[in-house]
């Protein structure tokens, strides 16, 4: 089979591969769609993982069973499915709490294992959940949209919980506007984007969201407006800002992925007078059900989201070249 792979830091091709048996427990799933997400860069130069070389990237994917273990049971070969791919330990500490994205040992197919940016990918068959009719290219949008619900959930923002009425994400990409389409999904009334692309924010108010640009003298005239604010840059100076922005009693969402020796400056009067909330999202986690039912209730917004749909050969110098039209979204290999 084709298959994008990771042979070496820095080092990515197009590889043709033997598929191997099929391993008890698991499934043999065709990949229909796989999306690409700056993770997948940092596989690649050995800044994320434990740089297992080599390795097929991607794990955000969907597919069709193509053949199961004789041990499976719960699906049939023809179903459509979207993968979980990540591999907690299940006896750790944080597992045992439930928190499998922070297990200590966690591995995750197309980091540790090999991912979906093939033809052809082996898949415990417990990480499959069925999509039904749903589009694979909207289906492999689970697993991106599952990291921003665990934020919303570490913000105490889900289940039921009551929403912000003014909240405000800070960076137009893709996650940044996952994030403020799954605000609006989850009852928020007002959902603002700030962004310093002014094409982007024209793309966020077609989507139903409202704009402001980042650094704007509109933007200061906000000052502790917001009940919640996210950063979705990984720029450490932004993620500073948020404080100043909030209005009492706000929280604010470290979502974004900092440089891991940046840090910032915070006053904890501040967070003590003004009974502020500051937590972070470690985006891993294991919400894909709820991801898709997300998208099956949305109405197309999320999957205007991706804005390359194309062949495996075609993805690949997305992975060594950082795209500079601020259209590009997200890019997903797609099957015939």
Known sequence: MKAIRFTGKGEASLAELDLGDLPAGHALVKVKAAGLCHTDIDVLHARYGDGA??????HEYAGEIAALAADVTGFRTGDRVAVDPNLPCGTCPSCRKGLTNLCRDLKAYGVSHDGGFAEYSVVRAEHLHAIGDMPYSVAALAEPLACVLNGLGAAGLRHGAPMPKDALVIGAGPIGLFLALSLKAEGAENVTVADINESRLAFAAELGLGGIVSGSQALAAKRRSYDFVADATGIASVVEGMIDLLADGGTALVFGV??????????????????LKLVGSHSLNRNIPDALDILKRDDGRMAKLVSHRLPLADIL???????TDPATMKVQFVAD
């Open 258 to 275: 900092c440089a891991p020796d940046a840090r910032i400056s915070v006053a904890p009067f501040e967070i003590f007078r003004r009974q």
């Open 53 to 58: 070389f080599p390795v097929v990237p991607g």
């Open 317 to 323: 110098p997305f992975f060594t070249k950082k795209p």
